[in-house]
């Protein structure tokens, strides 16, 4: 049960706002990650940019991220994305504040000695289970291979749904 719950807080912190993940889709990576816009994404290429992220995030220069530190960046973005929400103003206000429970409960899973910070391992680590989730092809690159894989894989019923082409 101790490691069911933790699990289950980094599944919510990923599916919580679909609106919001367009970087956990194979698209959405491939925009964001993409630094040299040859279309695909290197794992290399990955954690290079997830560097920059923490170190952009890290407004101390402390070398970890505090919480508050990892809030601020998130919800920096959280009201970017906001001003293109297509639903009403209360509807907007229920996913801010939604969104911003959910990205304390996201800091504590990845903060996973409990020391109150987060290293770049931790940080990293987010992101390593996305990107081989959606690398289909097990090489280490995510392309048009990958989302033409997971397509088919949905079609079939086989598909992961968490996760979107």
Do not use: C, W
Not at 6 to 24: D, E, I, K, Q, R
Not at 46 to 54: D, G, I, N
Not at 79 to 89: A, I, P
Not at 155 to 163: E, R
């Amino acid at each position: 049960m101790k490691k069911l719950i933790p699990a289950l807080a980094v599944v919510a912190a990923f599916t919580a706002a679909p609106a919001f993940a367009v970087s956990h889709s194979i698209a959405g990576m491939i925009e964001e990650y993409d630094t040299n816009k040859d279309g695909q994404v290197t794992r290399a290429e990955f954690e290079a940019y997830r560097h920059v992220r923490f170190d952009e995030t890290d407004a101390d220069k402390s070398g970890e991220l505090s919480e508050a530190e990892y809030v601020a960046e998130f919800e920096a973005r959280l009201n970017e994305d906001l001003k293109t929400f297509d639903r009403d103003e209360e509807k907007k206000v229920e996913e801010y504040q939604r969104q911003m429970r959910q990205v304390h409960v996201r800091f504590g899973v990845l903060d996973t000695n409990k020391n109150g910070s987060m290293t770049f391992a931790e940080f990293l680590a987010s992101g390593i289970g996305m990107f081989e989730r959606q690398d289909r092809d097990k090489n280490g690159v995510i392309d048009e291979t990958d989302r033409t894989l997971l397509k088919a894989e949905q079609d079939a019923g086989k598909g992961d749904d968490f996760i979107a082409p």
